[in-house]
């Protein structure tokens, strides 16, 4: 016998009406773009459609290509205190718009391997799942939900949970901002938040700064989560619906993407390089480079972001110099790197105003590093993955970075890794136990 749960918010948080609905979740979605690449997690908030539900479909419109098995919705609790992590006992979800299957066999192996466990007070009156639901209904139909609330739980619980789940599990992580702040305060701490996320300090994030904390730190502490890549799709404030910015609610959206992934659509990479063209030009005509208004920029163009920006004349090298971890917006970091790629490169004289009509210019956008293990170097090449692997070497005192574009002219592992080598002021056939090689992903486009 089927066993469903009933909605608990509907008619407060989302139109209780099967028509009204259905209305809604479609006028919400319309102009909400996938992601280039379907991303393998998003967060989403969750206040009443009124105010977060343009972002909480922005958030889940992200994953409109994706075919996922099977979706897991983690949660904060707001009613209920409770320990570890929990899933409902039910086997479906009714909504206005229809019925949600819940994944309950990947529900039932969790509690088998002790990881998670049944307590429906914990989901009775909660609203950060429910408020996903109509709108992943409407995007992904017939794909069985499992839906989590998490208590008191470390992150290394949660990591488990979510490197337990099955492959091809879409993830949705339930989360609102800053509380009960005025506008400008919440503003300000929610970009403060906004920079920790993208900057590699989700671990550690904390409940005051998102109720969803556990669940995201939780997530960016998981095996899966390992050299993903965190695009801003965008930002709120309840008070630019209330009209009342005394006490206010902060929101944001965001996906996560395999470091190797595409993040950036066609016009936001061609405003990327057009913005970028414009500080080299203004740069060589001026003398400085134009304002930057990082706000007029779109949200994932605000992400933090580390990028490396390389000028070619005819295909030949004429600077190339980035960033290798995001610590300020994306946009800014191109405009500043070009600069430096065009006068700071050690390698090459300053680019001179004849050259700009000749110079192309061509930006990639990296992932976090990870450290790779290795026992020598025949088995580091064999760890390679030409035309999709960046390295950073380091050993001696010395370093070098190969971006992944550099396997076009080195194909094979051992001339990449020997001529990294001598990049970083190594012999080619150096090798000792304090060397160490990160590896990342970038995504590449250039002029033309």
Request: hydrophobic share 40%; with cysteine; aromatic share 6%.
């Amino acid at each position: 016998m089927t066993t469903t749960r009933q909605p608990a918010v509907a008619g407060r948080f989302y139109p209780g009406q099967p028509g009204a609905l259905a209305s809604e979740v479609a006028a919400l979605l319309e102009g909400a773009a996938a992601a280039p690449e379907p991303p393998l997690a998003v967060i989403s908030p969750h206040a009443g459609y009124a105010f977060s539900g343009r972002l909480t479909a922005r958030a889940l419109a992200a994953t409109r290509d994706a075919t996922p098995g099977a979706i897991a919705v983690l949660s904060p609790s707001h009613r209920h205190a409770f320990d570890g992590i929990a899933a409902p006992s039910q086997d479906a979800f009714t909504l206005p718009t229809g019925t949600v299957r819940m994944d309950t066999a990947t529900r039932d192996a969790l509690i088998s391997k002790g990881l998670i466990h049944e307590e429906d007070a914990a989901h009775d009156h909660e609203h950060g799942v429910e408020v996903q639901l109509p709108v992943l209904h409407a995007l992904h139909p017939g794909v069985p939900v499992l839906p989590l609330v998490v208590g008191r739980a470390d992150n290394l619980q949660v990591a488990a949970v979510i490197d337990a789940l099955p492959e091809g599990t879409l993830i949705v992580l339930s989360s609102d901002l800053s509380h009960f702040l005025t506008r400008d305060a919440a503003q300000a701490k929610d970009a403060r938040t906004a920079e920790r996320l993208e900057t590699g300090a989700a671990p550690d994030l904390r409940p005051e700064e998102a109720c969803g904390a556990r669940a995201i730190a939780g997530f960016f502490t998981s095996r899966l989560a390992e050299g993903t890549r965190l695009t801003r799709l965008a930002m709120a404030n309840s008070g630019e619906v209330t009209g009342d910015d005394s006490r206010t609610v902060g929101y944001g959206a965001w996906a996560i993407t395999a470091g190797e992934a595409a993040c950036l659509d066609t016009g936001q990479r061609r405003r990327l390089l057009r913005t970028a063209r414009e500080v080299l030009a203004s740069s060589l005509s001026r003398g400085k480079p134009p304002l930057i208004d990082t706000a007029s920029f779109p949200a994932p163009l605000q992400t933090y972001g580390a990028s490396f920006v390389t000028l070619e004349q005819k295909g030949r090298l004429r600077g190339c110099i980035g960033s290798l971890r995001a610590h300020r917006p994306l946009v800014e970091d191109v405009a500043l790197n070009i600069q430096k790629s065009a006068f700071e490169d050690p390698r090459f004289n300053p680019l001179k105003e004849r050259e700009l009509d000749r110079t192309s210019i061509k930006i990639a956008i990296l992932s976090p590093a990870r450290r790779m293990t290795f026992a020598d170097q025949e088995d580091l090449e064999s760890q390679l993955v030409p035309e999709r692997d960046g390295l950073i070497l380091r050993d001696a005192g010395r370093a070098g970075t190969f971006l992944p574009m550099v396997w076009e002219k080195l194909p094979e592992p051992r001339a990449f890794v020997e001529a990294l080598k001598v990049k970083a002021g190594l012999p080619k056939d150096h090798w000792s136990d304090t060397l160490t090689i990160d590896r990342f992903h970038a995504e590449t486009f250039a002029e033309g």
